[in-house]
């Protein structure tokens, strides 16, 4: 008996080591959409996450299978897999961070706005749960459009009384990824070393990686060679989406994406300092109500959301550009919350 004892305690250690001196805090993250094909990966990354002990996959079909098989990783996050509208309520409650990767991916020749029709009804009604069983959730929106999909749950938050602007994310970090990847690449640098930081929003020209800023800076890159970056960067998912020829988007990077940016909040809620990410917030930096930029994480969600920096004149243009798209993909998205 004494054997078995010492063998979980020494587990219990070794689940907490490398994090603060003091006991991780229990966490439960929820996945909606978590059959799919961001969702399966995210949840095999979510479950070999130390921060996560409890991991809630929902989908609509299919996570009874995802989750009994992500659920045999031998890592200390216990998994649960739920299914339908009926086991929603009890998927979401708890839940510290609720990431929602549901809805349909873009086919060759579409954009994210092309996905609004289905997408938006399907965030709706996840977020009017989400208000009902864990209103102070941070929830970490993936669902494309982005920038129509973040307003949407703001206002349906809203009308339920749960609003808290620092609770609530678009998950933009793929954008992040895809410019660190090619600016190395391009630059010749270490890519585990590069950082770059992008705003805006998360379609097309509203995506606006900010090449000046980036670290290690690089002076080997001409004003042509940054112009490409931008565009590759913004293209990304386009180039993802038309490699798959029809068999959807980025899943892989994205699930990648999605595990970085909630092992951040989570980070943030058990008080580790100074944890900085891009995301697609409630903002002032400009006069647009939602806007992309670095936020620091904290304990309660958004600590802060961090100014642009020295945009040089290219990025200026580029800000300018991408405003009058963002603002009506905001305006679509808040009109459809009360419309329906
Ligand atoms: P997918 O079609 O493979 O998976 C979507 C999953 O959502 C399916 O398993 C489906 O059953 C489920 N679903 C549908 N309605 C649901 C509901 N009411 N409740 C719970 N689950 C529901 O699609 P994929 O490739 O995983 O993409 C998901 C979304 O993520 C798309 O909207 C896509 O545009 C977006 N995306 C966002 C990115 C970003 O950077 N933010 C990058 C790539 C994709």
Known sequence: RSAVLKSTSELLRRS???YSSSATPERKVAILGAAGGIGQPLALLMKINPLVSSLSLFDIAGTPG???DVSHINSPALVKGF???DQLGEALEGSDVVIIPAGVPRKPGMTRDDLFNINAG???GLCTAIAKHCPNALVNMISNPVNSTVPIAAEVFKKAGTYDEKKLFGVTTLDVVRAKTFYAGKAGLPVSEVNVPVVGGHAGI????LFSQATPASNSLSQEDIVALTKRTQDGGTEVVEAKAGKGSATLSMAYAGAVFADACLKGLNGVPDVVECSYVQSTV???PFFASKVRLGK???EEVLGLGELNDFEKQGLE???GELKSSIEKGIKFAHGN
Do not use: C
């Not at 509203?206 to 990686?209: A, F, Q, S, V, W």
């Open 300 to 302: 309660n969600g958004v």
């Open 16 to 18: 907490r080591r490398g």
């Open 206 to 209: 509203t995506i606006l990686p």
């Open 122 to 124: 399907i965030v709706k």
């Open 83 to 85: 299914m339908g509208d």
């Open 286 to 288: 400009t006069e647009l």
């Open 321 to 323: 550009n991408l405003k």
């Open 66 to 68: 995802v989750a009994a």
